[in-house]
């Protein structure tokens, strides 16, 4: 699997990367490989945005290894954003008797903790700021 | 309800509970970070077995391993429901050892934050695996909406666990339990102050209710 890099190798370049990630790449990937690529990505400084999301064991996995990932002075955790789930979709009887979590997309947006500051979020709009460094 | 008179019936309840087909449900307390969820765990245990379970602090992530208080019996309406307490740390998904520079020396706050971390890992993993119903417990002073919060309700919304929502902390100023109602109305909302020990009545009726 092509793994998403600074394109410009040689110099690193004071931009930030923003990886878009499409729900069907993501649709192939096991659980650990969705959360490696995630942090990888996040390690690296970028920005990483997925057109689906993942769903809330996902999530709750990529909690648990952020945390292990952890480390003073290099690696502060991730911030994290997604849109509040539709009710109407996600709790629907037909969404539960399917057993399928992925009725619901939600675009989630996920960065390193001390580069991404959340500024506004509503239901319709995720504002955030992101610094270099 | 007379502790006194509880503690007198302890015996037989005790019989009671060697006849009863059920486990205690284990109940794990979840929440961001100084929403006030071990001041509520020490509650609930002083309440009905007479000792605490830890720590209570102002600064955050004290609490850094899941603290279990097996078998506390709260009865209501001539009923006893059994259940296991577990207080978790405040799951996060950033934790910086420069929040703790301030209180602590540098060496410390940096074992206090990898503390806090394993200890998030593990509250996740209790949440996974080893919890039969869920208080979730948020500080009705701030607003409700995080990712965070919003991801674990749907976390646990996802495992299909019995939830309620403590709206903590009323006896503030700045407290308002309809932001918390407003930002989950697909759940109920309990309003407490686990300090000072406000509205625990209807705190234990709708533990009985929802965890029996
Ligand atoms: N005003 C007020 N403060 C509270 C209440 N419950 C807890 N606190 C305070 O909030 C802080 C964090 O409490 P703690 O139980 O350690 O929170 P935890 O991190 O969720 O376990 C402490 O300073 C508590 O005294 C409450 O009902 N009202
Ligand atoms: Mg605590």
Known sequence: MPKATNADDSEPSD????????GERMDGMA???KIRMILDGVHDGNIVILE???TPDEESRLIEVTM???????FNGIEIETYPKSEARDSSLLGRIMGSDKVETKLTVIGPANQIETLHKDETLISALVSRN | MGLFTELKDSISRVTDRLFSEQEPKRIGIYGPPNAGKTTLANRIARDWTGDAIGAESHIPHETRRARRKENVDIERNGKTVTIDIVDTPGVTT???????TDELDEEDAIRRSREATEGVA???HWLREDVDGVIYVLDSAEDPITQVNTMLIGIIESRDLPVLIFANKTDLDDSSVKRIED?????????????EGDNMDEVYDKIAEYFG
């Open chain 1, 15 to 22: 931009g930030v990367q923003i990886d878009l990630i499409s």
């Open chain 1, 31 to 33: 659980t650990m490989e």
């Open chain 1, 52 to 54: 689906e999301g993942l």
């Open chain 1, 68 to 74: 292990a990932e952890i480390s003073p002075d290099e």
């Open chain 2, 94 to 100: 950033k934790v910086d050892y420069e929040e703790f």
């Open chain 2, 122 to 124: 593990e509250a996740m």
């Open chain 2, 183 to 195: 930002a989950f109305p697909q759940h109920t909302t309990v309003p407490l102050s686990a300090k």
